[in-house]
């Protein structure tokens, strides 16, 4: 088959962000498809910083994936205006470039939902086949968040979620409940099809530990008991919930428990005045990782949090946190009443807490700084969950199947 596949965000291991879509492609290409990731520089500072500086910049990955980048800033810090001009500026590129590439199947990815845009252009215009991925519910989960409050907006929105889902020759969600939602639209069940996100296996099967070493001394965590929360520092992620856990915590006059928050995005600065504030020293901030680096900083944690704000939407999320965790062999608090929480529970791997009660998270860590060895028996178990479920060999299979669906 030749692809084109189009991510606004598309990164390597070298970048900050998931790399699902980079596994994926690297999988296509191994099976002797061709594919041409249509995307933006946003996430590839590292893969561009040789690359003579032009407003597109074409090459080929180690892999043999074709990408074709557009400059086009993005950042977490940007405002929510900010961001929608960036979406509006990728719409004609990646439009302009895939109708040159004469693709048997067009693979879009959301979010953003306005690639849906381009991608029902070169539907219409060009009679292009498509497979559509949905990692968010649009509109309704920046309804929920308080992002969008234009009625008209989201009307418009709506009507653009409905069109791709119609058109599609078969649709990839991320969770029971993405589907849920999807086929909630009138789509027909047998269109869609389940493909979580992924557990790396093999990005955490070595560990620098002299890179460790130097994390425990930078972040101040040595002999503490680590709940670590890694990932988007967004909004939705409600992490001012940790915030007030650790002025419990110290109000307890408990030194023994640590909460590193590991990545950036839009709430970090106002988080970290808030510990300052309050004057707490039992919360450490990372900034971003690279994500060839995620082992060393998730091997300093005795637990994981998988951390969101108390909205309904927000239970169906795939968050990569939560698999790299898994991959990783660690235990996982998850404050999220959702899929997440049923796996949690099921494989009895962590522990669900409630979103508006931070007094019983501090409870919880106080209990299970003293079970670390107990936490530690669990790993090979978590880690066979990982390989056996989420592993990224098996789930990318899945998604060539369905892309082999439309031929």
Not at 13 to 39: D, F, N
Not at 213 to 221: A, F, R
């Amino acid at each position: 088959m030749r692809i084109t596949y189009l991510h606004q965000y598309f990164a390597t291991r070298k970048s900050i962000t998931s790399t699902r879509s980079y596994e994926i492609a690297k999988y296509l290409v191994s099976q002797g498809h061709e594919v041409t990731m249509v995307t933006t520089d946003a996430f590839l500072e590292e893969e561009l910083k040789d690359k003579k500086y032009s407003q597109k910049v074409s090459y080929k990955t180690d892999e043999g994936i074709t990408v074709i980048a557009q400059r086009n800033d993005y950042s977490n810090h940007m405002s929510f205006q900010r961001r929608i001009l960036a979406f509006l500026k990728y719409l004609k590129f990646a439009y302009d470039e895939s109708r040159k590439n004469n693709a048997d199947i067009v693979f879009a990815t959301s979010t953003p939902l306005t690639v849906a845009i381009p991608t029902l252009a070169l539907h219409f215009l060009h009679r292009s086949k498509y497979v559509f991925e949905v990692r968010d519910l649009w509109p309704e989960a920046p309804r929920q968040i308080g992002a969008i409050h234009n009625p008209l907006v989201l009307w418009l929105m709506k009507k653009l979620e409905k069109s791709i889902y119609k058109h599609a020759e078969q649709i990839v969600s991320l969770s029971p409940g993405m589907s849920d939602g999807i086929i909630a639209t009138g789509v027909n069940p047998k269109k869609v099809t389940m493909v979580p996100n992924f557990s790396d296996m093999k990005l955490f099967e070595k560990v620098d530990e002299k890179l460790v070493d130097k994390m425990v001394d930078q972040y101040g965590v040595e002999d503490k008991f680590v709940l670590a929360h890694i990932g988007a520092m967004g909004k939705a992620n409600g992490l001012d919930y940790l915030i007030k856990v650790a002025e419990i915590l110290q109000k307890r006059n408990d030194n023994g428990v640590a909460i590193l928050i590991a990545g950036d995005g839009m709430t970090k600065e106002k988080l970290e005045e808030s510990c300052r504030a309050k004057g707490l020293n039992n919360v450490a901030f990372t900034g971003y990782i690279p994500r060839e680096n995620i082992p060393e900083i998730t091997s300093l944690a005795n637990i994981t949090m998988t951390c969101f704000k108390n909205l309904p939407i927000l239970a169906t999320n795939s968050p990569n946190k939560f698999f790299d965790s898994l991959a990783a062999g660690k235990p996982i608090i998850v404050n999220s009443n959702g899929w997440t929480k049923d796996i949690v529970e099921k494989n009895q791997i962590g522990y669900y807490v409630d979103p508006e009660n931070p007094s019983e998270l501090a409870d919880l860590l106080q209990k299970l700084k003293g079970q670390v060895s107990e936490l530690k028996r669990i790993s090979p178990r978590i880690k066979q969950l990982a390989q056996e479920q989420y592993a990224v060999d098996k789930q990318v299979k899945k998604i060539e199947g369905v892309l082999l669906k439309t031929m």
